[in-house]
């Protein structure tokens, strides 16, 4: 089972940017969807973003136009580009893998996460 790894959270004002990471222990990460996904206090966890290995990609309405998903595989990572960040982007971020591009259920174990807090 191939191990990730989240980073790049931080504190920033609402209309800023963010980049997370998906770090991976394994090249074969390469093969697998990654998603992104997040939970803010009190809520349920929301999948914002698939990514396949060919570089397909789907987001959540809530986050379509302002984030994107990319890999490079070179380094075994997944990014998450967050632009134009509201307040209600306020979580902690996961990575994981999935099995299809309409899934969301993750394969994986949940790591510990990047929180991510935009203050208004």
């Known amino acids: 089972q191939v191990q990730l790894v989240e980073s790049g959270g931080g504190l920033v004002q609402a209309g800023g940017s963010l980049r997370l990471s998906c770090a991976a222990s394994?090249?074969?990460?390469?093969?697998?969807?990654i998603g992104w996904s997040r939970q803010a206090p009190g809520k349920q966890r929301e999948l914002v973003a698939r990514?396949?290995?060919?570089?397909?990609?789907n987001y959540a309405d809530s986050v379509k136009g302002r984030f994107t998903i990319s890999r490079d595989n070179a380094k075994n990572t997944v990014f998450l580009q967050m632009n134009s960040l509201k307040s209600e982007d306020t979580a902690v971020y996961y990575c994981?893998?999935?099995?299809?591009?309409?899934?969301?259920?993750?394969?994986?174990?949940w790591g510990q996460g990047t929180q991510v807090t935009v203050s208004s």
């Open positions: 990514i396949s290995s060919g570089g397909s990609t």
């Open positions: 394994r090249s074969t990460v390469n093969i697998y969807i």
């Open positions: 994981n893998t999935y099995g299809s591009m309409t899934s969301s259920f993750a394969l994986g174990s």
